[in-house]
């Protein structure tokens, strides 16, 4: 078994803002987050994959295979966007980069059998890095598709 | 305790079965599959578990890991095309994985020590592509 990362990056913007919250409380918790316009990020999505490396290929998994699975099932909807109104996912939950993580990893497990299935590989976590400071990682258990994904770790993360 | 000690090379390759034809080729292996092959620059990163020495308090000497990852891996792969001029990638594709896993094969036996192992070789191809390979993957 052998992990292999693939990193992608994808610039959106978002607003936090929680309906459950009064304007006053929004602005307390979310801070300059909480700007009524919004504002936006360049994004690090970063996937982990899991998996025996076939001896005939060399390959945990086809890399142009995951890219185009991860343009079609992510990248489509994510890139260029406004999270909080162009994306039905986020219409009643807030777009904080723990949600983003949280609904990345469950759009990976529910459509990577169709594209995956035939190959033992499997997304073992789901990184998502808002801002060179921070970055969030969601960790999926073995059974992949039955159980919830769940946040594993929540980490500074620096990269090089 | 885990020490890491990153190292550069750069080196050619091309990512391709000969039983397969060009499309078949490209749909496995995206651009990778080009048959004059092209370059990157790789960058290895090197973990060694271990505890401090108790007089010199180092996990491991960086400079005799250094010299290590220079004589193993660097000058044997630095400037070089792996598929013509490093074995055993006469035979087996270069995927990052493959080479992820020589470089381990190389490296292993060297930093085995009463007080340490080797504990993790992280290969990055682009900045956007990495493999890891760990101690206990390969026990798995």
């Not at chain 1, 610039?11 to 803002?17: D, E, G, N």
């Not at chain 1, 929680?18 to 987050?33: F, H, M, Q, T, W």
Request: proline residues 6%.
């Amino acid at each position: 078994m052998m992990t292999l990362a693939r990193r992608y990056r994808f610039s959106a913007s978002h607003r936090l803002h929680s309906p459950e919250l009064s304007d006053a409380a929004n602005s307390r918790v979310y801070g300059k987050c909480n700007n009524p316009f919004g504002h936006g990020h360049d994004y690090v999505l970063e996937i982990a994959v899991t998996g025996p490396v076939d001896p005939r290929t060399g390959l945990i998994i086809s890399t142009s295979a995951l890219d185009r699975f991860v343009r079609l099932h992510i990248l489509q909807l994510f890139a260029n966007r406004n999270i909080n109104a162009d994306l039905p996912q986020f219409a009643r939950l807030v777009a904080t980069t723990e949600n983003i993580a949280l609904v990345i990893a469950g759009l990976i497990q529910q459509h990577w059998a169709a594209s995956f299935g035939a190959i033992p590989a499997r997304v073992q976590r789901v990184h998502v890095q808002e801002t060179r400071r921070n970055g969030f990682e969601v960790l999926l258990p073995a059974a992949a598709g039955k159980s919830q994904a769940r946040i594993g770790a929540e980490r500074i993360l620096v990269h090089g | 305790m885990f020490v890491t000690r990153k190292a550069e090379f750069s080196a050619s390759h091309v990512c391709r079965l000969p039983a397969l034809d060009d499309a078949e080729n490209r749909q496995l292996f995206g651009d990778e599959a080009n048959p004059n092959g092209h370059g990157h620059n790789y960058i290895v990163e090197v973990t060694v578990e271990g505890d401090p020495d108790p007089v010199t308090g180092m996990v491991v000497d960086l400079k005799h890991l250094k010299n290590i990852l220079e004589q193993h891996v660097i000058e044997p792969m630095d400037h070089r095309f792996l598929n013509y001029e490093v074995p055993p990638f006469e035979t087996i594709v270069p995927t990052t994985a493959n080479l992820a896993c020589e470089i381990w094969r190389r490296l292993e036996p060297q930093l085995a020590s009463p007080s340490t192992r080797l504990a993790r070789v992280r290969l990055f191809e682009t900045e956007d592509l990495y493999v890891d390979v760990t101690a206990e993957d390969l026990a798995a």
